[in-house]
T-cell receptor, first 110, second 114 residues
Framework: GENVEQHPSTLSVQEGDSAVIKCTYSDSASNYFPWYKQELGKRPQLIIDIRSNVGEKKDQRIAVTLNKTAKHFSLHITETQPEDSAVYFC?????????FGKGTRLHILP | DTAVSQTPKYLVTQMGNDKSIKCEQNLGHDTMYWYKQDSKKFLKIMFSYNNKELIINETVPNRFSPKSPDKAHLNLHINSLELGDSAVYFCASEPTGTTNEKLFFGSGTQLSVL
């Protein structure tokens, strides 16, 4: 079935350390993998995305890696800052739809 | 000049009532969606429309009826509201329905059914 698994559900890291969130997807035809950040009480907003013809993409402190064979992709945030605290969602395209993972609540500890 | 706007932002109502949520996008996008976010923050797709035509209809009770009068608007009508309908409902739009692109979300409507 259509499924995106996301781990961990909660992650606490010290400010300045790195955070890694991992996702797996079920549909081998998926070709678009966005990541969204949702701050408390706000709308989800795209922070980075990757397509299946690329293995890695970076944007400043954020990077995403994709392993198509394993159907696995990850978000890496380096040098974490207090404003990185939020819920992060991975997602994968499945046909016409974007299916979201269940989210990771990231806490940045002072 | 908000790109995707939803009204109302908050909706508190009694069980059994009928209510509507409106969504409008001024981005010229062809595709619009409704997502439901429950108390555990899980974002689940409900419907999508491409240029006023229903494309996706997930397993949603038929008490929920989307309506798209034109490609800039996608409204959600809910009949006979139940406690389990309490959630945040997000409208979103996408530039095209042929390839997947960035979703632009509205600010959400928090529905509380008492």
């Amino acid at each position: 079935g259509e499924n995106v698994e996301q781990h961990p559900s909660t992650l606490s890291v010290q400010e300045g350390d790195s955070a890694v969130i991992k996702c797996t997807y079920s549909d081998s035809a998926s070709n678009y993998f966005p990541w969204y950040k949702q701050e408390l009480g706000k709308r989800p907003q795209l922070i980075i995305d990757i397509r299946s013809n690329v293995g890695e993409k970076k944007d400043q402190r954020i990077a995403v890696t994709l392993n198509k064979t394993a159907k696995h992709f990850s978000l890496h945030i380096t040098e974490t800052q207090p404003e990185d605290s939020a819920v992060y969602f991975c997602a994968a395209s499945m046909g016409d739809k974007i299916i979201f993972g269940k989210g990771t609540r990231l806490h940045i500890l002072p | 000049d908000t790109a995707v706007s939803q009204t109302p932002k908050y909706l508190v109502t009694q069980m059994g009532n009928d209510k509507s949520i409106k969504c409008e996008q001024n981005l010229g996008h062809d595709t619009m969606y409704w997502y439901k976010q429950d108390s555990k923050k899980f974002l689940k797709i409900m419907f999508s429309y491409n240029n006023k035509e229903l494309i996706i209809n997930e397993t949603v009770p038929n008490r929920f009826s989307p309506k798209s009068p034109d490609k800039a608007h996608l409204n959600l009508h809910i009949n006979s509201l139940e406690l389990g309908d309490s959630a945040v409902y997000f409208c979103a739009s996408e530039p095209t329905g042929t390839t997947n692109e960035k979703l632009f979300f509205g600010s959400g409507t928090q529905l509380s059914v008492l």
